[in-house]
C-alpha cells in the first residue's frame, strides 16, 4: 500500500486546522500521514494539534522562518511515498488523498489541484471574486502542458524520488508569493511533467474577500516575481501582462510610483466603492486596483536588489 504524507505549512492557524484536520481524518486512502509545520505559534496552534483527534506529527518553530522553512521542515519529516502539499485553509473531499495518490501510479509527474473557493457573501465576491475564479480555472485547465509549473501551489504533490530530485524550497521567498511557482518551474526545468487533476481540486476558506486583501496579494506576488527572474532569468515566467489602450494606460497610471502603503488606500476606497455602483462597474474598479497592484509591486522590487 502506497503511504501518503499530506505537509501543511501553518501561521495563525488556530481557527482553520480543526476543519482541515477533520477533513484529513475522513480520508478514504488507508495509509496517511499527516505533518503540521506551525512556523512560529501565535496563536495556540500548538494547542488545537495536541488535542487533536486524529494524529498529527508537529513540527513546530519556535519563531517565524517563512513558508519556505516550514514547507522544507515538513517534507524532511515525511516518511511516505506520495508527498502532498496542503495549505491550512483547505477541507479536501474524502477522496482526495486517494486522487493525489493514484495519479503516481505510472511515470513521475508533478500533481496540482486546483482550489474551490469559498465567499461570504459580499459585494466583493459578487463583483469580482466569484467571476474571476471561474475565469481563473478556465484559464488554468487549457493551458498548455509545458506552462501548467504556473499553477503549483498549495494543493500538489509529488513522489519521494521527485521531492528528492528537484530539492527544498528556496528561502529567497520570505513575503508572499512564487515560492511555489519557483518549485513549480523547477519541476519543468527537469522534464518532469506538470499535470492538473480535476479530482484533486479541494474546497478553499481563505480567498482573498476584498479588494484591499486581493490587491495587496497582487502587489506582493508581482514584487516575489522579481526574485524568481533573479533565479531563473527573465525570459523563464514570460512577459509581465502590461495591458495596452486605454485601459493599460489607466493601469499604468495608477500603478506609477504606488507603494504598498498606496496601493491599501485606493483598495479600501475601491471597497467602498463596490458596495454602491453597479456590478459591472464594481467588476472594473476591483480589476484596475488588481492589475495595477502586481505591476507597481514589480516595478518597486528593484532587479538590482540583493536576495534575502
Known sequence: MTRASVIVPSRGGAQRLPRLLAALGAQTHPDVEIIVVVDGDIDG??????????TVRRVVFTENKGRSAALNAGFAAATGDVLIRCDDDLEPAPEWVAA???????????????????????????????????????????????????????????????F????PYSSAYRSYGWEDVDWGYRLHAASV??????SAESIHH??????????????????????FERLHGVDAAGPLNRPGGVWGGAVRA???????????????FVDRL?????????EKLVALTVESAAIAGYDRNEPSRSLV
Open 45 to 54: 496552534s500548538e494547542t488545537v494539534l495536541e488535542r487533536s483527534p486524529i
Open 100 to 162: 493525489h495518490v493514484a495519479a503516481h501510479a505510472g511515470e513521475s509527474v508533478g500533481v496540482i489541484g486546483l482550489y474551490r473557493n469559498v465567499y461570504p457573501d459580499s459585494p466583493y465576491a459578487r463583483a469580482y471574486g466569484r467571476k474571476a475564479d471561474l475565469l481563473f480555472a478556465e484559464e488554468a485547465y487549457a493551458t498548455p502542458a509545458e506552462r501548467t509549473w504556473r499553477y503549483w501551489a498549495g494543493n500538489a504533490s509529488v513522489t519521494r524520488e521527485t
Open 254 to 268: 495608477l500603478a506609477w510610483r504606488a507603494d504598498e502603503a498606496r496601493v491599501q488606500r485606493v483598495a479600501s
Open 206 to 227: 481563505s480567498p482573498s474577500v476584498s479588494a484591499a486583501i486581493r490587491s495587496r496579494r497582487a502587489y506582493l506576488s508581482g514584487s516575489a516575481r522579481r526574485t
Open 193 to 198: 511533467p506538470v499535470r492538473m487533476l480535476p
Open 274 to 282: 463596490i458596495a454602491v455602483v453597479p456590478r459591472p462597474v464594481g
Open 164 to 167: 528528492a530530485l528537484i530539492g
